[in-house]
Each structure stands twice: as C-alpha cells, then as structure tokens.
C-alpha cells in the first residue's frame, strides 16, 4: 500500500468520513463500514483531501487535459483538486456542469474550461454509474473524449452481478476508474491496528460475502 493512499484512509477515519459500526447500503446490505464523503466539510478538509486526489490522478499516469466534475459534489471536488495540481506544477483547466441548463447570459449547461482533448472526471463515489454515464455523453458530445474517472473510495463490492460498478464503468466505456484508496487499502489499515481487530473481522466477512478480489 503506497503512503498516500494509507495516509488517506487515517485521514478518512479522523475525520469521521470512514466510520465503522452496521450501515445499510442501497443494496439492503449490512455494512461494517461507511464512507460519506459529504463530511469533507470544512476548508482544511477540502484542501486535505484535494492532495490526496491530485496526488493519484498523477500516479495513475493517464493523461488528460481537462478536469470534468458532474454536478454537485464533483464540482466542488474539480475546483479544488485542480488548484492542488497547479501547486504541484500541474496547471489543468476545469468544468462542470449544471443541472439544468441556463436559458439567459452565457446559457447552456457547462461551466468553466471547454471540454476539449482527454477529460479526466472526478467524483465522490462510484454507485450506479448513472452520473459516469451522463458525464461521458456530455464529454464526447462536445467532441472530447474521457480519459478516466478519478474517485474517492472503490468498495470493490459487487453489484447486481458478478462485478463491482467499477468494473461495470471500466468494461462499458472502456475507461480506467481510479481510486485513491480501495478496500485492499482499508483492510491493511485495519490489519496493522490491534485495537481495530473486530472491524477487520468483519469487514472480511463481508468481502467474501460481496466482494471482489481483485481489480
């Protein structure tokens, strides 16, 4: 596991955003574990977590020209990824888009760069793909193309099938998705924190009752 990827789990956890206990799931499952990234909610947070973004959309070494965050929490998630790759030497246009499109002014749905050459998206979370899906006909409907999906946490848990919705996305639109950290990393986290035992007992179990093993 590479430092930043377990630096953001321990970042998660401190923040309350990765927390342990039983969670129902949108699939009726009984999680031992629950990840909302909504409580990356203050400035230093934001800054934080933006770092580690920057940071695996440049180990991912895929290229890309523009950031694409789907509305609402991928905007906000675009911005500030995009002002810490600049610090990194990495100055990269961003956009995204309206919910509904805008009849006055400027008008339409997107907003900020133009969608042009490899579009990387980012987002919290990959569910059930529908915001993917949306983002990749805008894209290419601008005459760019994705050049991948940059998220925060891949469960690696499958869906109504055999694979995980990452999966899913990777094999429908012939894109990577890149996580910052995925459950191999949280189960190293737990592995090497005696005090954590029981959750990784149970986030085990629940792998191997619905997960994936491998990406």
């Known amino acids: 596991m590479s430092d930043f990827r377990q630096e953001f789990i321990e970042f998660a956890v401190a923040q309350n955003v990765l927390s342990f206990g039983e969670f129902i799931t949108k699939a009726g499952r009984n999680s031992p574990y629950f990840f909302n990234a909504g409580l990356f909610s203050n400035g230093a947070a934001l800054a934080e977590l933006a770092r ?34 600049a610090e990194a030497g990495h100055n990269v246009p961003f956009a995204y888009n309206r919910k509904e499109a805008k009849d006055h002014g400027e008008g339409g749905v997107l907003v900020g760069a133009k969608l042009t050459g490899k579009v990387l998206i980012i987002d ?32 690696m848990e499958r869906g109504q099938g055999a694979l995980s919705a ?50």
């Open 52 to 85: 580690f973004y920057a940071q695996a959309a440049l180990a991912a070494k895929v290229g890309f020209d523009v950031l694409f965050g789907p509305a609402y929490k991928g905007i906000v998630l675009a911005a500030a990824t995009a002002v810490k790759l």
């Open 166 to 215: 990452v999966q899913e996305v990777e094999q429908r639109f012939g894109i990577p998705v890149i996580p910052i950290a995925t459950l191999d990393d949280l189960l190293g986290y737990l592995a090497a924190r005696p005090d954590m035992a029981g959750n990784l007992k149970k986030a085990e179990a629940y792998r191997a009752e619905y997960g994936i093993h491998s990406r």
């Open 124 to 155: 919290d979370v990959i569910s059930a793909g529908t915001s993917v899906r949306e983002s990749v006909e805008m894209i290419r409907a601008h005459g760019a193309e994705p050049a991948g999906v940059l998220i925060a946490l891949d469960r």
